[in-house]
C-alpha cells in the first residue's frame, strides 16, 4: 500500500481482491483531489441548504412534523456519512 498518514475507509476497496488492484484503486483515489474537492464542496452546499430551510413555526402545527424532522436529520446524517469518506483529504 501507498505510505500515507491517513488510510482510506475500507468502502474504497470493495471489489478488490488482490494488493495490487488495492493499490491501484487507493492510488486512484488519492490522485483524485480535484473530484474529491469539487463533491465535498457540493456536499456541504446540500448541507447547507438543508440546514437553512429549516422549519417555519407553521411546520410545527401538522402533527407530521417529527417525520419531516427525521427525514431532514436522515439526509444530513447521510451528507456527513458520504463526506467522512474523504476524512484522509484532512490534515495534509
Known sequence: ???QDRKLAAVWFKGCITPEEKEARETLIRNSTAFSTLLLQ????KYDTIERKGFKEDDYADSGWTFL????NGKLAEIDEI??????LKER
Not at 42 to 45: A, F, G, I, K, Y
Not at 69 to 72: D, I, L, P, V
Not at 83 to 88: D, I, P, V
Request: proline content about 0%.
Open 1 to 3: 500500500m501507498i505510505s
Open 42 to 45: 457540493v456536499l456541504q452546499d
Open 69 to 72: 424532522q427525521a427525514f431532514r
Open 83 to 88: 463526506a467522512s469518506l474523504f476524512s484522509f
